[in-house]
């Protein structure tokens, strides 16, 4: 009966022959935690403008309708104070949406901002990575060739 190979002594010298570099790993971890947090930072910069543009536009509106809602002298005074309100609620529409727009043009530049620096450092870490693997390849094959001879 033929003996079966035991190939974990061959594993186990193929992974020692190429190390895994948990530094690598680690810087790799720390510098998407950074991004992270660096987006998580612009969303709730977009939300918290997001919501004092709700909350302004919101007491704006209150503020409208009270005046709307006030007894008048004249049946003509509720038509002027209702075309009044919706002249004004139309305006502060456009002015809000404008103030959304702006917070959505900011996220979106400061987004991409992120996402170009974290492509450069992505970069930069894999050519470091690649650099310091390319040694320690050649060196273990320098030390094989030379218990080879």
Do not use: C, H, R
Request: hydrophobic share 50%; aromatic share 6%.
């Amino acid at each position: 009966m033929a003996k079966t190979q035991d190939f974990t002594k061959v594993m186990q010298d193929m992974m020692q022959a190429f190390p895994f570099d948990a530094t690598a790993a680690q810087g790799a971890f720390k510098t998407s935690a950074a991004f992270g947090e660096k987006l998580t930072k612009v969303a709730l910069e977009a939300a918290e403008k997001s919501n004092e543009i709700s909350s302004k536009w919101a007491k704006e509106t209150i503020a409208k309708v009270g005046t709307l809602a006030k007894v008048k002298e004249e049946p003509a005074d509720y038509t002027k104070a209702v075309s009044d309100f919706a002249s004004a609620a139309a305006e502060m529409a456009a002015e809000n949406l404008a103030a959304f727009a702006e917070v959505a043009k900011k996220v979106q530049m400061d987004t991409v901002e992120l996402m170009l620096a974290a492509g450069k450092t992505a970069s930069e870490d894999a050519a470091a990575a690649v650099q310091k693997a390319t040694a320690e390849v050649t060196n273990v094959a320098k030390k094989a060739a030379a218990a080879a001879k």
